[in-house]
């Protein structure tokens, strides 16, 4: 270097980190765009979820309504069907769970045993069981011969489990939220 040149290195310090900034900032618009097409669509989280008026159901009667791909069966329990489901040994279940511990409490707190929320689908191969049918006058799988309870215990036939209750919440007294 000769002496009437000056030192740049301080110059060429702020032009390495200058550089190193616009390239990190350009890799993270870069990334940001990949990262976020990994979530789920708004579409799809409004299909996560749907909102059943429990009203519209007539005592006896029974719901059938498609959630995640799945059949929902919402039945409106007599008090005749709650009795027998109440009065079952929980001795005698193949996958022993006690009515009131499939039903989930209302907005009160209190649990209303007339409505029983389930995903109405067969616990040994998936298949869609006929409802008020069977030997205990609950659900009946034609598949394999499953039978389940009117509290959907599964009571005789191969499949291992009671059928599944899926998440659900209860928004007002006669509303409630699946998903």
Not at 13 to 29: K, N, P
Not at 68 to 79: L, M, N, S, Y
Not at 141 to 155: A, N, V, W
Request: charged fraction near 20%.
């Amino acid at each position: 270097m000769s002496d009437n040149q000056p030192d740049d290195g301080s110059k060429r310090d702020f032009i390495f980190l200058a550089t190193g900034a616009v390239a990190a900032a350009g890799g993270a618009s870069l990334a940001w765009p990949l990262v976020a097409q990994m979530g789920k669509a708004a579409d799809t989280l409004a299909a996560g979820s749907i909102e059943i008026d429990l009203s519209k159901i007539a005592e006896g009667q029974q719901l059938k309504m498609l959630w995640r791909g799945k059949p929902v069966f919402v039945r409106h329990r007599t008090a005749a069907e709650i009795e027998v489901a109440e009065a079952v040994e929980l001795t005698e279940l193949k996958d022993p769970e006690a009515d009131v511990d499939r039903l989930i409490a209302g907005p009160s707190g209190a649990v209303n045993q007339k409505y029983l929320v389930m995903v109405g689908v067969c616990t040994h191969f998936g298949c869609v069981p006929v409802g008020e049918a069977g030997d205990f006058e609950g659900w009946y799988c034609p598949c394999h011969g499953s039978h389940y309870d009117t509290s959907g215990r599964i009571r005789k036939g191969p499949a291992p489990k009671n059928m599944v209750i899926p998440p659900y919440e209860y928004i007002s007294d006669n509303v409630i939220k699946v998903g």
